[in-house]
């Protein structure tokens, strides 16, 4: 290791909180999908920050954006008006078609008021129902709430006990959901593209049982399209191209670009049983996150993005499965858009160091999956040479294993 990174690694250790295991790079600096280390050693970048950096690094857009607001007003809390939010609400509901927005700071803080909001429908309606039915193989974040309704023991056991009343239904499982939806349900919480879980999109058939069981209790139904929402499986929203209609969506990762922002979207059905003062978020929605926000759409609906991503998602998919014919150790290619994940037929822990060894960056889920989320912005020819990279790390990966 180098002076640069023995001394960051040195300080850390002895004071930052070691939740995370990190791989030993420091990065300095970002251009579009490119990032450089502080040995000046360039790697593209097949992560996006787990899903965040929508407009690539360094976007001069975003950059202007933030530069701005940052030079003129950053916040001043959510007790009077500014400009930005009742804009960035308004063009998120003509994407979603849910009416309302309200603001936070994170993807897990979004699912977090979705679970309050459908109970606060149900107690308004005078029914309080207190179940949620969610999906193995789940993730919806570390809070206490969205943490109940993520399925994976390891995140959940040293925490327990979380909250009593949710029932987890195997995904892509339509009987099982059918059988699991009562009349005590409140919401039923899904990701359409399961993301942390291994990159398992869901099937039609299942979304509509969702859909059907929804319809016959009453049960609200919850999106949560944290990693998959805004145009990253080539669609604004993946919900819709399931068919499913959602009195909520939680919303975070790539709405900000890399400014923190979550948003959870809710239904006008849903915004009449909410009142002053049920929930709030100090920095929820400030100057800047919202004109960070604003810029990313700016270039995800007028800049033509989703277009791109489908586009370019389709290369990449033939890409991937041409990557997969040639290493036999990659069982199944899943995903949509730009969201894709390779299972291996062992942990894929390794692939992730192979792969920075040849100047790319991808991560590892679910134990045997190899995620890709890249910037939106990824052109053909840079995913075609980040794709090179990643047959080779898997090569090499593979002759050591
Ligand atoms: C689907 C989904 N929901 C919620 C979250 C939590 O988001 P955050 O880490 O911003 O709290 C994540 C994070 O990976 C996610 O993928």
Avoid at 5 to 32: K, M
């Amino acid at each position: 290791m180098s002076m640069v990174i023995d001394d960051v690694v040195a300080r850390e250790t002895r004071h930052v909180l070691q939740t995370y295991r990190r791989s030993a790079v420091t990065f300095v600096r970002g251009e579009g999908v490119r990032l450089w280390d502080a040995e000046g050693r360039e790697y593209l970048d097949l992560l996006s920050g787990i899903g965040v950096a929508a407009l690539g690094h360094a976007h001069p857009a975003l950059a202007r954006a933030i530069t701005d607001q940052a030079q003129t007003l950053l916040h001043t809390s959510n007790l009077f008006y500014h400009p930005y939010q009742g804009q960035l609400a308004e063009r998120l509901a003509n994407l979603s078609g849910l009416e309302r927005a309200f603001f936070c700071n994170s993807g897990t803080e979004a699912v977090e008021a979705c679970l309050k909001f459908a109970r606060r429908y149900w107690h308004t309606r005078g029914e309080p129902r207190a179940e949620f039915i969610a999906l193995e193989e789940s993730f919806h974040g570390r809070t206490f709430g969205s943490l109940s309704v993520t399925s994976d023991e390891h995140y959940r056991a040293p925490f327990e006990p979380l909250l009593p009343t949710v029932k987890f239904v195997p995904v892509n499982d339509p009987n099982a959901m059918k059988a699991a939806v009562t009349t005590s349900t409140a919401a039923i919480i899904a990701e359409p593209v399961q993301g942390e879980g291994g990159i398992r999109p869901l099937t039609p058939a299942f979304a509509n049982a969702i859909s059907e069981a929804a319809s016959k209790t009453g049960a609200l139904v919850i999106a949560d399209e944290v990693q998959s929402g805004l145009g990253r499986t080539g669609f604004p929203f993946y919900f819709a191209a399931l068919g499913l209609k959602p009195q909520l969506v939680a919303v975070g990762k790539a709405l900000g670009g890399g400014v923190p922002i979550g948003a959870t979207l809710v239904s006008q059905e849903v915004a009449d049983t909410i009142k002053f003062g049920d929930h709030g978020s100090t920095y929820g929605g400030n100057l800047l996150a919202c004109r960070a926000a604003l810029c990313v759409l700016d270039e995800l609906v007028r800049g033509g993005l989703i277009a791109h991503i489908a586009r370019v998602g389709r290369h990449v998919e033939q890409q991937l499965k041409s990557i997969a014919a040639r290493h036999p150790i990659v069982k199944e290619v899943r995903g949509v858009g730009l969201m894709w994940g390779l299972e291996l037929d062992r942990d894929a822990a390794g692939v992730v160091p192979a792969a920075l060894q040849q100047g790319v960056i991808v991560n590892r889920t679910a134990e045997k999956v190899v995620r890709l989320l890249p910037p939106l912005v990824i052109t053909q020819a840079e995913a075609d040479e980040a794709l090179g990279r990643l047959d080779a790390a898997l090569g090499a990966f593979g002759a050591q294993a």
